[in-house]
């Protein structure tokens, strides 16, 4: 799989899951915001992420979801799926629908809920390897749900036995970040990509050699990001340091939900889906139950901030 | 749906989940310990709970174990479900499954792998319940898996508005078991349970006015758990403390396997499997993939703390 | 010191350190409290723990402090002082002061700020003992301000060594406290002490075994911690339950200060001060700089909750 | 005092102690590497941070090293002192010791030990500056070692108040440098500086607009910190991340010290001392009590490295 293995890399923004009032997944607007995306040039597609809503959606949403993207894309960029649960067994089980519906690659943590040990989740991604023998995996290191970090030895010890394609690094310490490129490096592993999943301080992951991003704040600005892709490759760090910043200035909103009456889910994802449907693109901010929505003076905020960033429409 | 409610007291072991050469439930044996168990004199059998390994099985392998011990409880004992999965919405497909096989009540956890929120959580047990009006839900306190702890105020709320029958309190401190149980009384709500899940300090609890427990070691030593109970509800805590510090003994099985190349759940549930394969209750030690096993050593100190403990077979 | 150590057993309150409006030691009310304190019947005095504002006060305040209790106690009880700091060199100089002003016993923390280790933590317990030889030094196993949980095998360890005389517990887990009791009848130490730190789970320490307590609301009501160990020493565990359920509702004045807008030490402590101004033992509530004191509303609630307890004064 | 906050930037490396074999302050060894790391061209010293053992040193020993580094520095560069120590009262001690000695600023933390609170920590901060309103304070920002975050809109608040010069942020996520950073950019604070502590990341502190770094392992090889400090004002950031790159291969010297037998600590300010040992700057590596030495094995292991990396001597 070295063809789709050399093809994530860039910007790869995580979809999030747009819902009918009913909270079926609103395919339609999922559409949309695919082709969108694509207009705006990005280099890939990732759904049913942290940011897709991915642990609210049943086995058979996210196939729906799964369906709906990779018919859009098309071939024209990749698609790669998240299948994200406990352990092993239930992953599997996630891996087999992705695969059968034509997946480019595949996005799993580590085992969740359960007491785990590096051994053990090095078996663990052998285990999902088998299962998918010719569909890349890229570990997905994020501790703020997990609740355990992926030991860079271990990764690059299944990168060697050609378990896994790459990381996607959530885990918010680009010095880790940075140890795990030089790590890969040092081991001579060819096409193993390192993406971060940091909205914030995408220059500094590709000052350290990253291959991509996968920045949930995309699904609002992909333009930006495709530009701050474009600049960090050319080397134009200073200027892409100054649409960086520019860029979290927008990444603010996801501070405006009040963290007494809600979680930090609802906090981000909620003022994703508003910014979204500030812009026209979704119907509604709707997140899966049980959810707390913002309420009008959030909106209000939020509105503001996004109007500040005049975001550019692909 | 009190009937129910008020059965649910005293020892209510979780049942570990045996397993055959490739991976499937061993029903035999599943059957065999719920037998033995019931023989013991339990007053429940939990099934599907992080004992039964329930994170690492499948949908069709949960509802396998629901029916095989239902079926052979044959009412005699209620049997009670656990549905973890991470959130609302794909917990609501356990608790389906759960009612639709004649379980007499369930057991759910805050919603996981998300960033969540007293709200939200209050919120969650409101969708489950929704679900499944006619069956009883106890809210499953276990930070050690999903790190976040039930709020006793939102508890209470939930237990007024018949949200919750009870909690199942693996929390691992026994002054908020306490605190639980005191809020509940002042609360003046009736057929609420209050079940500790810690097999070490069942004397405290009950002193608290605990309801029950459900210890997994239970699944290796049910008689004792079964006299501790009748000692504790006698009034004989001074003979039950001894009790307790005898089963403590035993309990240092879960520290023999070693954490330089396992997690806890290997070291815990593999030392309870390792027990009763020794025992002769089940044909093997084997654990979900990707557990690491216990090695000879480590076996061999387990046999010996089990032959000193001189456990009563039922 | 075997004489001393088989003192420190019952109930020994952490004295509150009481302030002048310049936030210089009143010595006065210190004498008056200590005074209250044998009164009422408790069996010891340990000054400069968390609960005395030990991390506020300078070291010639520290001693102020140590000798207005030795001189206050007469003898009549232990007085125990702490010796709380960062590292061993800084440590021993609080325990040559200590010693000079002619306490009975030492209670010391593992390092803390530092990033440490249990081979650590077990040399700096011998290099504590080598700076006292002649005077019995208790650990403090206190995480939530260390951040570091002490280890039963390390405390056994340096139990036979005679380098520790005890362990004061204030971990929160009861399972640890009986587990650390267990271990101890176990090794066969003689004179080593075990005293929990919990205020609302006195009855499960002694069911364990447990010594004695250590209860920072032992300041508010004496006469009821005294009559709590009373009860428990007698064996009549169901009627010490009923009281320490009691003592319990008393305690929740800790949680009445708003979380919002100061620390939890601000809010237990300044319940504790507001209590003991209300019963007219303490002329103000005065924290040390920079804690937020209660407000209004919040001193009614806990004059409220004072006054329902009646709290008998000694 | 804007004259010495403006000088506050660039490399300012935390000056490691040496000790004696009787664990006294060898200040001919401290003078000598205050001499070589002024050479090597640094912008600063700073003495007494966690890379000094500021945690295991007395009060007089803590003055020492101080009149120690300010008599060799003569003026040619600030020193700025750590006065690190649990609370207010006890800083303010630290604090009088050190302005009397002609220190040019003061770095302090945030109240450990203590349970606190952000209103608490801006009450703390006013405190500390009540006592030296002249000189300049760093907050620094240390959760691994007190366990709390400095919050960024208390930060700014002090900022504005004149109670705080600039933070050292030794907090281990760029993306919170950053956030600080931009938002003294949005609130107009001049000569408010923000120094970074990763030795792994300087290249992305400054792509993000930092002012300096206060490296540990420039006490090793302050030359390439001077040099990698100048790429970046230069704006060479390929250049720059590739010496970081270099720099930190050396670092993993940390992480040869075996875990399972010492603290982090050990394994660190160990590794620093026996580079330095190996560099012939420091006559041992003798760490103070009770660190735990590393073994011949390690030591080798270290020296390998250190020899590979090609230290620059200034």
Not at 49 to 58: D, Y
Request: charged content about 20%.
């Amino acid at each position: 799989m070295t063809a789709s293995t050399q093809l994530l890399r860039g910007v790869v923004p995580p979809l999030l899951t747009p819902f009918n009032e009913d909270y079926s997944v609103d395919t339609d607007t999922l559409k949309r915001q695919a082709e969108r995306l694509i207009k705006a040039g990005v280099h890939g597609l990732f759904v049913l992420g942290s940011s897709g809503e991915v642990a609210f959606l049943t086995r058979e949403q996210r196939k729906e979801v799964i369906a709906t993207v990779v018919e859009q894309a098309q071939g024209r960029v990749p698609v790669i799926a998240g299948v994200i649960d406990m352990t092993a067994p239930r992953v599997i089980e996630h891996i087999e629908d992705a695969v059968a519906l034509g997946v480019q690659g595949l996005v799993a943590t580590a085992p969740f809920y359960v007491r785990t040990h590096d051994v053990e989740i090095a078996e663990h991604f052998r285990l999902l390897h088998e299962a998918a023998p010719e569909t890349p995996i890229y570990a997905y290191n994020i501790p703020v749900s997990v609740h355990s970090v992926l030991d860079i030895a271990t990764l690059i010890s299944l990168a060697k036995e050609g378990v896994i394609a790459g990381v996607k690094d959530s885990g918010g310490n680009d010095g880790y970040t940075r140890a795990l490129i030089s790590a890969r490096n040092k081991a001579g592993v060819k096409d193993f990509v390192v993406l971060t999943g940091s909205e914030t301080t995408v220059d500094f992951a590709y000052l350290a050699g990253a291959d991509g991003v996968v920045p949930g704040l995309g699904n609002v600005d992909p333009v930006s990001y495709v530009k701050l892709h474009e600049l960090l490759v050319d080397g134009a760090y200073a200027e892409a340091a100054e649409l960086q910043s520019k860029i979290c200035d927008l990444f603010t909103i996801v501070g405006v939900g009040d963290g007494t009456r809600m979680g930090g889910s609802s906090q981000g994802l909620g003022s994703f889906k508003a910014a979204l449907h500030h812009l026209g693109v979704f119907p509604s901010g709707l997140m899966s139950r049980p959810h707390v929505a913002l309420n009008d003076e959030e909106l209000a905020k939020i509105h503001e901030i996004v109007d500040a960033a005049q975001v550019i429409e692909p």
